[in-house]
């Protein structure tokens, strides 16, 4: 059985920093392209950021320059390492492990709010 499981979601004030992690389970984790993906509140899911299985990270949109993501293939753990946090980061963080377009697994999602 799969398992997709995000955490480290909060409430953080602007500029502010916060650490999401995800672990999954149930799939050989070296092998998957893992990636962040966020849904601001009434509107569509979309991708923050990536590694491939080789290590390589992608950013896309507003976090670059403030995230950095990372990965342990020991722990099978992914983090996005979240700093000058901004109120428009507010949204449900999602970890998705990658094979394939038709290979994917999503966790459930945390919440992130920025706000004074």
């Known amino acids: 059985q799969v398992q997709v499981v995000e955490s480290g979601g909060g409430l953080v004030q602007p500029g502010g920093s916060l650490r999401l992690s995800c672990t999954a389970s149930?799939?050989?984790?070296?092998?998957?392209?893992m990636e962040w993906h966020r849904q601001p509140p009434g509107k569509q899911r979309e991708l923050v950021a990536s590694i491939s299985s080789g290590g390589t990270p992608t950013y896309v949109g507003s976090g670059k320059g403030r995230f950095t993501i990372s990965r342990d293939n020991a722990k099978r753990t992914v983090i996005l390492q979240m700093n000058s946090l901004k109120p428009e980061d507010t949204g449900v963080y999602y970890c998705?492990?990658?094979?394939?377009?038709?290979?994917?697994?999503w966790g459930q999602g945390t919440q992130v709010t920025v706000s004074s």
């Open positions: 149930g799939i050989t984790f070296r092998s998957y392209t």
């Open positions: 998705n492990a990658f094979y394939s377009p038709t290979i994917s697994y």
